[in-house]
């Protein structure tokens, strides 16, 4: 059974930062390439970033790029998501997701973890 657990949301003021994890099992998380997206309240979920299954490629939605930095530990079977200069705009339920293929359609998600961002 494949689980993505995401922590580390909460609640900071404009400007601040917060570190995003998610920790897989049940799968060889290390040939699965992985990725966070968000859903704000009323919108559309939307895609934040992505890593391939070994870390050589990341890629980032424009709207986070030079603020939020992705990264694993296949090791600990971790993604993480450090993000910085947060906004109020950033403000979203963030989900982590996995994929063999990287940028793929996503077969496994987490629960999702709050992330609000005060002004």
């Known amino acids: 059974q494949v689980q993505l657990v995401e922590s580390g949301g909460g609640l900071v003021q404009a400007g601040g930062s917060l570190r995003l994890s998610c920790a897989a099992s049940?799968?060889?998380?290390?040939?699965?390439?992985t990725a966070w997206f968000r859903q704000a309240p009323g919108k559309e979920r939307e895609f934040v970033a992505t890593?391939?299954?070994?870390?050589?490629?990341?890629d980032y939605a424009d709207s986070v790029k030079g603020r939020f930095t992705i990264s694993r530990n296949n090791a600990k079977n971790t993604v993480h998501l450090q993000m910085n200069s947060l906004k109020p705009e950033d403000t979203a339920v963030y989900y982590c997701a996995a994929d063999r293929i990287y940028q793929g359609s996503y077969n496994y998600w987490g629960q999702g973890t709050q992330v609000t961002i005060s002004s």
């Open positions: 049940g799968l060889s998380f290390s040939t699965y390439a």
């Open positions: 890593i391939t299954y070994n870390g050589g490629r990341t």
